[in-house]
């Protein structure tokens, strides 16, 4: 991988991309609104998760989710990709492995983290993928960077502390310390799932990718549910049900689906400018939909960390 970002560096975790080569003109408009789309549902993702983790554990919900999304999966795969093959044991063991990291470890944090933040805290957090993945691939993968990226990654996460500082205990956070690091720690198996992918690029096409990280996430969340510390639901309510549907057909499947087919039309340095809208649209809905509201420190916060981000795909190109 060069200095530019990669498809992989760029790409959101748990979407499985396979990005055709080609030149900005390539970039339809239809794209482009595919692509707003789905960060419309990705920015929703933090809102609808904190109304979900109000009535369920996190586990139960995580749990809940990748069911949803193998079962919408299922049948599609079975009609376009039947037989499955997979092309080799090292193959199978990366797919196992980048299950783990995402959606296992990505969704469960996630899940953590809303039960201890606010929405809109977890949104600005969460604008920090790209420069964790980009980390991940300098440490990991030995790929070049710039000190330019390095301090904006340091800047960033400077925002985060004073965002999470700034916040104090509330209703909708009552432990934002905590609830803030379960979210990087969410960030840190997506950019586990990006080293790996760069493994498996272009060996399978998206929707088996996820219909794997499905299944391989439901076997392992399903067992968890036996455990005494899983509290499962004793009563029906229909706003987090609603709120699980939601998280597992329109983000887990759809918004997804969206990142995928715009990275395959649109070339990387525009699509990784739009995964900036994702903590902008997160911060809104959560106003809208749980009435979150943030103090002037903290927007100063919320600036530092996009403006960061921002600059450091200047550095990176």
Same mark, same amino acid.
């Not at 809303?114 to 980009?134: D, E």
């Not at 009552?174 to 609830?179: K, M």
């Not at 996820?210 to 309510?237: C, H, K, N, T, Y």
């Given at each position: ?56 554990? @996190? *586990? ?6 990748? !069911? ?5 999966? $299922? &049948?599609?795969? =079975?009609?376009? +990709? ?47 993928? @790209? *420069? ?6 300098? !440490? ?5 960077? $710039? &000190?330019?990226? =390095?301090?904006? +990654? ?67 969340? =399903? ?10 639901p004793s009563r029906f309510a229909w706003e987090p049900f609603i709120a ?74």
């Amino acid at each position: 991988m060069d200095n530019n970002y990669s498809e992989e560096a760029s790409a959101l975790p748990g979407a499985a991309v396979q990005t055709a080569p080609g030149s900005p003109e390539q970039g339809t408009r239809l794209a482009v609104i595919v692509m707003i789309v789905g960060c419309v549902l990705w920015g929703s993702g933090m809102a609808v998760g904190k109304i979900a983790v109000t009535e369920y554990h @996190p *586990l139960f919900l995580v749990c809940m989710r990748m !069911l949803l999304a193998a079962l919408v999966l $299922t &049948p599609f795969i =079975l009609v376009a +990709f039947c037989p499955i093959k997979i092309y080799s044991r090292r193959d199978l063991g990366l797919l196992v492995l980048l299950s783990l990291c995402d959606p296992v470890t990505f969704f469960a944090f996630e899940a953590m983290a809303l039960k201890y933040t606010s929405a809109s805290q977890a949104s600005m957090v969460w604008a920090l993928n @790209p *420069l964790i993945s980009t980390m991940a691939g300098w !440490l990991i993968l030995k790929e070049k960077t $710039t &000190p330019g990226v =390095l301090l904006c +990654f340091l800047a960033a996460m400077g925002g985060v502390v004073l965002l999470t500082a700034a916040g104090g205990v509330s209703e909708s956070a009552p432990n934002p310390v905590l609830g803030n690091i379960f979210e990087v720690c969410s960030l840190c198996g997506g950019a586990g799932f990006v080293v790996i992918l760069r493994f498996l690029r272009g060996r399978y096409p998206v929707p088996l990718v996820l219909w794997f990280q499905s299944l391989i996430a439901s076997a392992i969340f =399903l067992p968890m549910l036996g455990l005494d510390a899983v509290e499962l639901p004793s009563r029906f309510a229909w706003e987090p049900f609603i709120a699980v549907l939601y998280l597992g057909i329109c983000i887990t499947v759809g918004a997804q689906g969206c990142s995928a087919y715009a990275l395959a039309r649109i070339p990387v340095p525009r699509f990784s400018s739009f995964l900036n809208l994702i903590p902008i649209f997160g911060i809104i809905l959560s106003m809208l939909l749980l009435g979150e509201s943030m103090l002037p420190l903290q927007w100063v916060a919320c600036a530092l960390v996009l403006g960061a981000v921002i600059l450091s795909q200047r550095f990176q190109k």
